[in-house]
DNA sequence: ACATTGACCTGAGAGC
DNA sequence: TGCTCTCAGGTCAATG
């Protein structure tokens, strides 16, 4: 789920659920999702703070307390907030449990606890120190630094889009989509793209993560030529009616169309 | 030096 | 039903 329109979700969710809201307790279920931080500490970093604001660097969600200090969330693969009143309504597993002083409640729930929540004194630094390259949807994001920087890569497009030190924020599916979008072949040699090829997956990062977040990054509500709710094997091409095929890149599934992607 | 693989965790779903 | 195997939207350390 929690690539950079799933987080931007998240983010909204969080404004509009839990800002200004006194902290009243904090229970940690798997302390070992916290980094650089004990769970006692970083009981006492939130219990009588309210979150202030938000913001979002690629996949990190970023809430700022009155402190000054900001809470990091990181969703790893199966991440996700919930916000609910009555605690038959806390989610399966649930791994840091935040109760506020209206009695709601802010569960940050992880199946497979490959995220990671944290502390830092400030947003830039974190990301400057976390190798973080410019967000995809930042507007100094720019089309000709873009064109050279792949010129710098080796490996595949498709890998290209997904490095966080690179551009922040694409992961596994939306990598396919914006590839799909641009009618390039997740093997592509980044350096050997023409100037209109690389102009046309350019504009499809913003194309693509702006029209999830649209959705709300609910894959039922994607555009009929959206090939995300298409990963599935026997699945046809939304474009050209094509079987959709499967390769493995980097160790990861990547679902394309050979017909409308060539390399 | 760089790109790719395996390990980290847990659970859902497929196949037998 | 119950067991085993494979796979999952992320990232880091180890490997080639």
């Known amino acids: 789920m929690p690539e950079l329109p799933d987080v931007e979700v998240f983010r909204g969710y969080l404004d509009s659920t839990s800002?200004?809201?006194?902290?009243?307790k904090v229970q940690i279920y798997?302390?070992?999702?916290?980094?650089?931080?004990?769970?006692?500490?970083?009981?006492?970093?939130l219990k009588d703070n309210t979150f202030e604001s938000t913001r979002r660097h690629g996949k990190y969600l970023f809430s700022e307390l009155d402190t000054g200090r900001?809470?990091?969330?990181?969703?790893?693969?199966?991440?996700?907030?919930?916000?609910?009143?009555?605690m038959e309504k806390e989610p399966p597993h649930d791994r840091m449990l935040i109760e506020f002083l209206n009695g709601y409640h802010l569960s940050y729930d992880c199946q497979r606890k490959l995220g990671e929540i944290r502390i830092t004194e400030n947003v830039d630094?974190?990301?400057?120190?976390?190798n973080l390259g410019i967000d995809a949807l930042d507007i100094a994001?720019?089309?000709d630094w873009f064109r050279e920087k792949l010129n710098s890569q080796r490996g595949s497009?498709?890998?290209?889009?997904?490095?966080?030190e690179f551009v922040a924020g694409i992961g596994n599916i939306y990598a396919d989509e914006i590839l799909f979008q641009?009618?390039?072949h997740p093997k592509a040699r980044p350096n050997q793209l023409n100037d209109k090829t690389v102009k046309k997956l350019f504009t499809q990062i913003g194309k693509v993560l702006n029209k999830a977040i649209e959705c709300e990054a609910q894959p039922e509500r994607f555009p009929q030529n959206f090939i995300i709710p298409r990963r599935r094997t026997d699945q046809?091409?939304?474009?050209?009616?094509?079987?959709?095929?499967?390769l493995k890149i980097s160790g990861r599934s990547a679902y394309y169309c050979p017909k409308c992607q060539k390399g």
């Not at 800002?19 to 009243?24: D, G, R, S, V, Y």
């Not at 497009?157 to 490095?163: D, P």
């Open 236 to 246: 046809k091409c939304p474009k050209c009616g094509g079987k959709i095929e499967i």
């Open 125 to 130: 630094k974190f990301t400057r120190e976390t």
């Open 182 to 184: 641009s009618g390039v």
């Open 141 to 143: 994001f720019d089309p």
């Open 157 to 164: 497009i498709k890998s290209t889009l997904m490095k966080q």
């Open 70 to 86: 900001w809470l990091v969330f990181h969703f790893g693969m199966t991440g996700f907030l919930k916000y609910f009143k009555e």
């Open 30 to 45: 798997s302390p070992e999702i916290l980094k650089g931080i004990s769970a006692s500490e970083m009981e006492i970093a």
């Open 19 to 24: 800002l200004n809201q006194k902290i009243e």
